[in-house]
Nanobody, 116 residues
Framework: VQLVESGGGLVQPGGSLRLSCAAS????????MSWYRQAPGKERELVAAIFSAGTRTNYADSVKGRFTISRDNAKNTVYLQMNSLKPEDTAVYFC??????????WGQGTQVTVSS
């Protein structure tokens, strides 16, 4: 099982980034995919989740209206479009895959820094 995040970087406040997570080694379409983040000195928190068919999504209150999670089951990839970024969005962003039978997998994370 492998989850590889990409797309992180340094962006100014108000800017946008699109994170991608390429999955392999499991049946992607049967997993709930999520993005989490962890800022220095803070616990890892759920940012957004998308269920296997892609028709249902959940967001943390802090990102609603600014972030959009999506998935392409044909490409085994999940995305996180982040708009109107704020300094408090600075964190390492992790991709995760979960299903009831096989449990939870994590990617290695990608750094997002929002700063002027």
């Amino acid at each position: 099982v492998q989850l590889v995040e990409s797309g992180g970087g340094l962006v100014q406040p108000g800017g946008s980034l699109r994170l991608s997570c390429a999955a392999s080694g499991f049946t992607f379409s049967t997993y709930r995919m999520s993005w989490y983040r962890q800022a220095p000195g803070k616990e890892r928190e759920l940012v957004a989740a998308i269920f296997s068919a892609g028709t249902r999504t959940n967001y943390a209150d802090s990102v609603k209206g600014r972030f959009t999670i999506s998935r392409d089951n044909a490409k085994n990839t999940v995305y996180l479009q982040m708009n109107s970024l704020k300094p408090e969005d600075t964190a390492v962003y992790f991709c995760s895959a979960y299903n009831l039978r096989n449990g939870l997998y994590w990617g290695q994370g990608t750094q997002v820094t929002v700063s002027s």
